[in-house]
């Protein structure tokens, strides 16, 4: 299976920061890579697909980059209803894996 | 609306067998995989394994093959997902996801999540 490793496992921000979620794939994926955002209580939710491109109605503070095995969600400008945990996920090889999560808190 | 609805919450014992399902609204349900992700309580989602509704093709993480299974009904656009003999260890939520693939088989709908607990 492809292992994906995302860092800082949590953080802690203010609104109107700049956040960065790194996602590292064991091999490269090239640009099968996925964002997801996900709140208590709810349902992951699609933010960006093919590490850079955003999912219709997500707001444009999200931004995803990278490929082949480093990959970054960058929110600009967080806002309150950022909060929640985001995961990645590769989608070049089943079984089709999701990094551990990192935890934002505002 | 595109939406994929889930059946409720179920309590069971173990060894009990469920089936828990998953209709699609709003989209040509043959048209898209559905997928199954389990969320242990506290931890990220998990990959468990899709359906073809077109032609029931399946596709299993390989921590899951053997111990679930998955069908679809497509005339009633329904996909399902089965325990045999469950065990407190898949106590859980589950979710079913759409699998688009012109976005790089992102899972771009999900539904509510199915929450199994297993008890004695």
């Known amino acids: 299976d492809i292992q994906m490793t995302q860092s800082p496992s949590s953080l802690s921000a203010s609104v109107g920061d700049r956040v960065a979620i790194v996602c590292r794939a064991s091999?490269?994926?090239?640009?099968?890579l996925n964002w997801y955002q996900q709140k208590p209580g709810g349902a992951p939710r699609l933010l960006v697909y093919?590490?850079?491109n955003l999912q219709g109605g997500v707001a444009s503070r999200f931004d995803g980059s990278g490929s082949g095995t480093d990959f970054t969600l960058i929110i600009s400008g967080l806002q309150p209803e950022d909060f929640g945990t985001y995961y990645c996920q590769q989608t070049y090889k089943t079984p089709r894996t999701f990094g551990q999560g990192t935890k934002v808190e505002i | 609306e595109v939406q994929l609805v889930q059946s409720g919450p179920e309590v069971k014992k173990p060894g009990e067998s469920l089936r828990i399902s998953c209709k699609g609204r709003g989209y040509n349900f043959l048209d898209s995989w559905v997928n199954w992700v389990r969320q242990l309580p506290g931890r990220g989602p998990e990959f468990m394994g899709s359906i073809d509704p077109f032609d029931s093709n399946t596709d299993y993480s390989p921590s899951f093959q053997g111990r679930v299974t998955i069908s679809v009904d497509a005339a009633i656009t329904t996909a399902y997902l089965h325990w045999g003999s469950l065990e407190a260890s898949d106590t859980a939520i589950y979710y079913c996801?759409?699998?688009?693939?012109?976005?790089?088989?992102?899972?771009?709908?999900w539904g509510q999540g199915t929450a199994v607990t297993v008890s004695s």
């Open positions: 091999q490269t994926i090239y640009n099968y």
């Open positions: 996801a759409r699998r688009n693939d012109t976005k790089w088989y992102a899972m771009d709908v």
């Open positions: 093919a590490a850079s």
